[in-house]
Every structure is written in structure tokens, then in C-alpha cells.
């Protein structure tokens, strides 16, 4: 089995290390040995990520020694100032890069054992592999719009924290024209600059303009027979942006496979997850449609407590869920409000319903919470938890009702559900419903 870590033979990392001149190559590989015997995740992802931008520019121009040489210097590997690369014989690795302490087995225990940090929270953490899917027209390329501007900025979306972040966003499917309304007219509600290209936001649209630099590399990556040119330009914007959350809209046009096969799901997942683990502080967000709704089989609720049948409607292969870390979903509600709801591997996960918000001249200008209706709450709510819900006073503390009215166990996870629906809050550590029923 290959190292999950290693650069892999042919990848777009080998292509640019052979670029660096010989003793920067040699030294940036024995770091890069010693972090990954180590175990320093840290140090692997700055060194894979200092490579493919010494000595060449995103669009393949040479670049001038003094400009590679000082690059280095970002990724830890220092020279004096005087030196140039003819000169170059013994670069420093800097003690931030150097081996530490390779972990005993004993440590096993203690090492590693928080969560990774959530981008969005209640949705998806760092290190995490996430499906999205949703009919067709529902709104998930404008929904994940709001989100690129969102993460950019570090505000909460639709009452998730989020943390601040750059993005990477392939989108196959909007215009170029309609893509860049959406996010200038998002960002002029929420009182943000616009991004900065390619520091903050690197798009590739398949749809905009050919002189565009991410929809030229996108198109001729495209014009390839296999995948590698697509991954290659993946990972090298994974190298310069190595915390970034990856937005890929969607999934089977950027990589043209057939979803209903089960070898072609489980292959191309293999190679993104081989990039999670080189870039371990990135995350992926991947869409798919849902197959032709059964009108005898009648339709799934992804409003309910369990959204799982609903989930199974997306279009392909079920492994596209199965090996997923998070199954999220986005249906219609009622003509305007969008639920979006899933499964997250070892966590909770609650419905959250959103609805559109016009800019000026009445342009789609992203998304707002929606807090439910009395009818809504009890088809989000289990039977039981409506019984519970119903029992609490208008304002109560925890403690106070904590095995006596509901136990305790069932009380947090009702306050995070009903939390997550918009229909209480917590002030003064009391807590108070917010509204009718």
C-alpha cells in the first residue's frame, strides 16, 4: 500500500520538485521524510506545500531566483540574504520544520484526541469529506455562494459559527455572469470586500470567461483523457492554500465518472482522501443531484428526525454516501424556505431551515435562517422530544428541569435540536423560547 502522505509518482508535487534546484530538492525531501516519521502533520503540509511555488508562477513562467529563494523563507527553508542559488549548497531548515520526538506507543492515548476544528459549525470539520445533494433547481450552487463568502469572512452563516478560511471553488455548472452577481451582490449585504484572486477565493468556472486564469487551466484540464490533470490542478491549489475548504460543484462533471459505479465512486474518493491526509486542515465539499423522484414510493422527509431515506435518493452508487463523512441534503420546504439536513459520522446533526434574501433590485443576495412553524417543529421533533417540548415553561435553567421534567440526557439533545431550528435561545444561562409553537 502507497504512504497516504507521500507525494504519489507522476503527481503534480513530483513534476515541480524536479524544477528545484538539486540541493533545495534533497534538503525540502529529508525534512519532509523527518516530519512524516514524526508525525508532524504541520510540517508535511508546509513542505508539500513550499514545492510546486519555488521556482515557477501559476501560469508555468520561470520565475526569478531572488523571487523563488525568497519564497522559501514562507515555508520555513531560510537562506541568508546574500546568497543566491549558485551559492545555494547547504539552505537551513528552520527549528520549526526540524524532526521532533517521534511519538511512543504509550502516547497513543493522549496524542490526537480532539476534534478538528469545525468550519461550519454543526456541519463540517477540517479533515472531513462532505456530500451535498439536492434536487434539481433547489438552490444548492447559489447556497454554496453564500457559504464561499461566509467562510471567507469568518461570519456566522445562517446562525453557524464559522471560522475564516480560504476557499477553492470549481463550479461546472453557473455562468460566469450570474456566479460573480451572486457573490458581489452577498457580500454587499453582509458589508464585506469583495475577495481577493486568487489569495482568498481561487474559482475555476467551467462557464466563464476564457480569459479567465481558473477557467483556462479548468477547460484544458477538462480536454484530458484521464483524471490526473484535474487532480493535479487540485492539489496544487491545495499546496498554496493547505487549510482551505474545497467547494466542487459538481462532482461527476469535474471528474467526468459515472456515479453509478460503484469502482469509479470508491477510486476517485481513495484519491481525495489521499489528499485530506497530505492536507489534513482542508475539507471537501462535493454536490450531487438526486435521481427522478418514484411517485408510487411516495417522497422521503428530510424535515424528520431521521433523514436517512431521504438521503438515499441521490443520484448513483450508495457508496457516495456510505464513504462520505457527512451526508447533507437540501429540499424544498414550502415555495420559499429550504430545509437542509443529514447524517454526520459520530455526531448530531439537526435540520436547519433558510430562506432566500434579495439584494437590491430584487437579486438573490444569499440566505437567512428561518425559524419553524408549530407544525414544522413537531415533524423535526421525535415523538417523545415534542412531549418534552411541550412540558417546558416559556423560560427555564437547565438544572431546573434536568431529570425532573425531562432527563437530563434527552434534555441536551432536545436544546440542541431546538437551538439549531431557531426556536430557543440561551441568555443569562436561561434559557427562553423564542415565539409560539
Not at 480532539?114 to 462532505?130: M, T, Y
Not at 471567507?152 to 471553488?169: S, T
Not at 486564469?213 to 477547460?219: Q, V
Not at 456515479?259 to 482542508?282: D, F, M
Request: with cysteine; aromatic share 6%; hydrophobic share 40%.
Amino acid at each position: 500500500m502507497s504512504d497516504p502522505i507521500a507525494p504519489q509518482p507522476g503527481s503534480n508535487l513530483n513534476q515541480s520538485a524536479a524544477t528545484v534546484r538539486p540541493a533545495f530538492k534533497r534538503r525540502i525531501e529529508d525534512a519532509l521524510a523527518h516530519a512524516k516519521a514524526s508525525s508532524d502533520e504541520d510540517a508535511v503540509a508546509k513542505l508539500c506545500g513550499a514545492i510546486p511555488l519555488l521556482m515557477r508562477d501559476e501560469d508555468g513562467e520561470e520565475l526569478p531566483e531572488p523571487v523563488w529563494i525568497g519564497d522559501l523563507g514562507q515555508y520555513g527553508i531560510e537562506l541568508p540574504e546574500q546568497e543566491t542559488a549558485a551559492a545555494a549548497a547547504t539552505p537551513t531548515i528552520t527549528a520549526a520544520l526540524k524532526p521532533s520526538v517521534k511519538p511512543s506507543q504509550a502516547g497513543f492515548f493522549e496524542r490526537n484526541t480532539e476534534q478538528r476544528q469545525e468550519i461550519i459549525e454543526g456541519l463540517i470539520r477540517e479533515g472531513q469529506l462532505a456530500a451535498f445533494a439536492g434536487p434539481y433547481g433547489v438552490g444548492k450552487s447559489p447556497t454554496l455562494a453564500d457559504i464561499v463568502v461566509h467562510v471567507l469572512n469568518g461570519i456566522p452563516w445562517c446562525g453557524r459559527r464559522v471560522e475564516k478560511r480560504p476557499v477553492i471553488h470549481f463550479d461546472l455548472e453557473t455562468p460566469g455572469p450570474t456566479y460573480k452577481a451572486n457573490v458581489r451582490n452577498i457580500a454587499a449585504r453582509l458589508g464585506a470586500e469583495l475577495p481577493r484572486l486568487p489569495e482568498e477565493l481561487d474559482v475555476y468556472l467551467e462557464h466563464g470567461g476564457a480569459d479567465e486564469p481558473g477557467t483556462r487551466k479548468l477547460l484544458a484540464a477538462l480536454g484530458q483523457p484521464t483524471v490526473k490533470a484535474r487532480l493535479d490542478i487540485l492539489e496544487a491549489a491545495l499546496a498554496a492554500k493547505p487549510d482551505a475548504l474545497v467547494i466542487i460543484d459538481p462532482l461527476e462533471l469535474l471528474f467526468r465518472i459515472d456515479t453509478g459505479k460503484k469502482q469509479h465512486v470508491l477510486a476517485l474518493y481513495e484519491k481525495l482522501r489521499l489528499l485530506l491526509a497530505r492536507y489534513p486542515r482542508a475539507a471537501f465539499l462535493i454536490t450531487f443531484n438526486l435521481r427522478k423522484h418514484d411517485k408510487k414510493t411516495g417522497k422521503a422527509d428530510l424535515m424528520s428526525g431521521d433523514p436517512r431515506n431521504w438521503l438515499e435518493e441521490v443520484c448513483g452508487t450508495l457508496d457516495i454516501l456510505n464513504r462520505s463523512d457527512v451526508r447533507l441534503g437540501m429540499d424544498f420546504h414550502d415555495d420559499e424556505v429550504r430545509v437542509i439536513n443529514g447524517v454526520r459520522r459520530g455526531e448530531d446533526m439537526h435540520p436547519l431551515l433558510i430562506r432566500p434574501v434579495s439584494g437590491g433590485e430584487g437579486n438573490l443576495a444569499g440566505f437567512e435562517a428561518c425559524p419553524p412553524g408549530g407544525l414544522d417543529l413537531k415533524r423535526a421533533l421525535t415523538f417523545k422530544q415534542w412531549e418534552y417540548w411541550d412540558k417546558l415553561r416559556a423560560k427555564f435553567r437547565f438544572e431546573e428541569v434536568a431529570d425532573v421534567i425531562v432527563p437530563r440526557a434527552s434534555l441536551k439533545r432536545l436544546l440542541d435540536r431546538a437551538k439549531s431550528l431557531g426556536v430557543i435561545e440561551q441568555t443569562n444561562g436561561a434559557w427562553q423560547k423564542k415565539g409560539d409553537r
